[in-house]
Structures are given as structure tokens and as C-alpha cells.
């Protein structure tokens, strides 16, 4: 059973920074690529960065480049997320998700899930 649980998450004032980590236990595949997505009440979940297997491709959404960073250890089975410079609308539950593939920014293409983690961020 493939699990993933995220920490990191907490309330901090505008400007300030924060580091999510996701570690992942069981079988995910030797080759997986790693998600960070947000998602506020009422909205679709939407994309935030995403990882290679190798680190060697980092893909981000285009309300992030330059603030966040995506990083992982494999030997650790832990995948990060740097955030830095935040913003009042950033305010969402982060999750980190996993699959067995390439890179993608779809939701709809990650098998496993974590349970999510509150990112608050005040003005």
C-alpha cells in the first residue's frame, strides 16, 4: 500500500516562507515523478510544481516561478516544497501526489495522494 503524508503546512504573515515535505512509504514504482497541488474551498484542485524521478525536469505553475522550489531526496523518499516570498493567495490545502511516469501537470494522472496539508497565509 502506497502511502504519502505531507507536513509542513502552518499559518505565516505575507512575505514569509514555508517548507512542505511529503514523505512517501510502499511501492510507488522505481521511476515516479512527484506533484505539489493546491486547492481552496470551492475551487478545482490546481497545479503547482512537479518533480522527474532523476530532479532533472522541474515544471511550475506560472503563479509560482520564482518563489517556489520542487526538490526531492530519493534516498530519503521525500519530495519538498520550498516556498518563499508568499502571498495572501497562496492560502490553500497543499497536497502531494505520485505516479508511476513522466511529468504532468494534470491532476487526473497522479495515482496516489496524500492527505493534504493547510497552508494559511495572513496579510
Known amino acids: 500500500q502506497v502511502q504519502l503524508v505531507e507536513s509542513g503546512g502552518g499559518l505565516v504573515q505575507a512575505g514569509g516562507s514555508l517548507r512542505l515535505s511529503c514523505v512517501v512509504s510502499?511501492?510507488?514504482?522505481?521511476?515516479?515523478?512527484m506533484g505539489w497541488f493546491r486547492q481552496v474551498p470551492g475551487k478545482e484542485r490546481e497545479f503547482v510544481a512537479t518533480i522527474s524521478w532523476n530532479g532533472g525536469t522541474r515544471t511550475y505553475a506560472d503563479s509560482v516561478k520564482g518563489r517556489f522550489t520542487i526538490s526531492r531526496d530519493n534516498a530519503k523518499n521525500t519530495v519538498y516544497l520550498q516556498m518563499n516570498s508568499l502571498k495572501p493567495g497562496d492560502t490553500a490545502v497543499y497536497y502531494c501526489a505520485a505516479r508511476t511516469g513522466w511529468v504532468t501537470v494534470s491532476t487526473r494522472d497522479y495515482n496516489y495522494w496524500g492527505q493534504g496539508t493547510q497552508v494559511t497565509v495572513s496579510s
Open positions: 510502499g511501492r510507488t514504482g522505481s521511476r515516479n515523478s
